[in-house]
């Protein structure tokens, strides 16, 4: 079964502090597409980073941050010292051989200033 | 502005009724995604197309269907619509198959059956 969890519904941090949203997912295919994206309060959506299951690599994009695990299936996104522009509900995706996209429900993340 | 258009940006309707909503990719990109996002069911991958070509199918609908165009631009039809079927669709561009380019969404037709 493809299956992607987002545990966390909601997260609320104070301005310039770190948060790390996880994601945990489930599939059998040994190629397989992992995807974050952003929905702010404006609601459109919005692609932050792919990352296939050949590359381990952690990739970090400003202050943000994304570390790639298989060992256990876990494709967790950090934010260094957070703002109020961060506030957003964050969707993790998973993408399989058979193209099919599953997304997590998301996490809310609330930026307290 | 992420340079996919979508339109209507809203649309109220009827049980029964069809709808279109349309989609036109940014200049260049050849796939277009369609994805359905409601309270209910968070956010569904609908369909893909790829240049012309259905690419990868998610949980559509048998009541839905879609298709891409010569000049790219898709449509996305939903017929024998139920309340159920009220939710935010969103369309979105890529320039090759989605494995290693960037999505771009529109933003957003939100359909509401009554």
């Known amino acids: 079964a493809q299956k992607v969890t987002q545990a966390q519904t909601e997260i609320s941090v104070v301005e310039k502090e770190d948060v790390t949203l996880d994601c945990v997912y489930e599939t059998r295919d040994t190629t397989y597409y992992l995807f974050w994206y952003k929905q702010p309060p404006s609601g459109e959506l919005v692609f932050l980073i792919r990352?296939?299951?050949?590359?381990?690599q952690n990739e970090i994009s400003g202050r943000y941050s994304w570390n790639f695990q298989k060992s256990t299936s876990s494709f967790n996104f950090t934010i260094t010292a957070s703002q109020v522009v961060d506030s957003a509900v964050y969707f993790c995706?998973?993408?399989?051989?058979?193209?099919?996209?599953?997304f997590g429900k998301g996490t809310r993340l609330h930026i307290l200033p | 502005d992420s340079g996919v258009t979508q339109t209507p940006k809203h649309l109220i309707t009827a049980t029964g009724q069809r709808v279109t909503l349309r989609c036109s990719p940014r200049?260049?990109?050849?796939?277009v995604y369609w994805y359905q996002q409601s309270l209910d069911q968070g956010l569904q991958f609908l369909i893909q197309y790829y240049n012309g070509e259905e690419r990868a199918k998610g949980n559509i609908l048998e009541r839905f269907s879609a298709q891409q165009f010569p000049d790219l631009h898709s449509e996305l039809n939903l017929s024998s619509l139920e309340l159920g079927d009220s939710a935010l669709y969103f369309c979105a561009s890529s320039v090759a198959d989605g494995y290693t380019d960037t999505q771009y969404f529109g933003p957003g037709t939100r359909l509401t059956v009554l």
């Open positions: 200049s260049g990109d050849l796939s």
């Open positions: 995706a998973l993408r399989n051989r058979d193209d099919k996209i599953i």
């Open positions: 990352r296939n299951s050949f590359d381990e």
